[in-house]
């Protein structure tokens, strides 16, 4: 039996644009996905950064400061670990996924916790742009592409980009055909797959005769000449 592969589709809402530049996490959202699909488990909750939130953000997502006031800092045990534990050990997958990263990576390292490394993320901007060069790689660009209803989505939060994300991952790896391949592929090997062996050598199927007679017998009831006596 081949093991399953347990991803987390991860988003993150933040301050601004900059977690180099004392920028921080506002909100964290992820969902589990067992072979590409989403599962139904979901991780998310909202962090008191512990500065004002960007005008740009606030247009964006709807999640002011005082909203935040009464949350727990990221560091609270009851976010870092509950992530951690929610996480463990699977790959992560983002859209963009060097923001993300990066923004996370910056909380765990301030709070004493070990990054998670690059080696563990998929990045569904690098696979949709090598499935699609030149066109629009956004998440709402690809929730068009595929048909994924963004009518609940109203301002952009992370559990719900999450949730569109893992639709999105998955009809990038091949569409919900892919609920039927019990192959454990991965992303990387989406553009690298060879084609399927071809039969060598054309199958034939054995007659015994008394399929032969009862053929023959219902032939004859067909009246003069039916068509399948001329390829019998």
């Known amino acids: 039996m081949t093991d399953q592969i347990r991803e987390i589709a991860f988003d993150t809402e933040t301050t601004g644009l900059n977690w180099d530049q004392d920028d921080r996490i506002i909100e964290l959202g992820a969902v589990e996905m067992i072979n590409h699909i989403p599962t139904g488990k979901t991780f998310q909750t909202y962090i008191n950064p512990g500065r004002a939130v960007s005008e740009a953000t606030i247009r964006i997502t709807g999640i002011t400061d005082d909203d935040l006031q009464d949350k727990p800092p990221f560091e609270d045990p009851s976010i870092v670990d509950a992530f951690l534990d929610f996480v463990g050990n699977s790959t992560i997958v983002a859209h963009n996924a060097s923001f993300d990263r990066g923004f996370l990576n910056m909380e765990l390292e301030r709070c004493g916790r070990s990054p998670i490394p690059e080696i563990r993320w998929v990045d569904t901007v690098a696979i949709a742009r090598k499935r699609y060069p030149g066109a629009p790689a956004s998440l709402d660009a690809l929730c068009k592409r595929f048909e994924i209803s963004l009518e609940s989505r109203t301002y952009h939060g992370a559990l719900l980009d999450s949730l569109l994300l893992g639709e999105v991952y998955l009809e990038l790896l ?15 090997d989406i553009e690298n797959r060879a084609p399927a062996a071809q039969r060598p050598v054309s199958r034939s199927v054995p007659v015994i005769d008394e399929e032969r007679a009862a053929h023959t017998a219902f032939i004859e009831t067909l009246g003069e000449n039916p068509l399948w006596s001329r390829y019998d």
Do not use: V
């Open 174 to 188: 091949g569409g919900r055909a892919r609920a039927f391949d019990f192959g454990g592929t991965t992303a990387a």
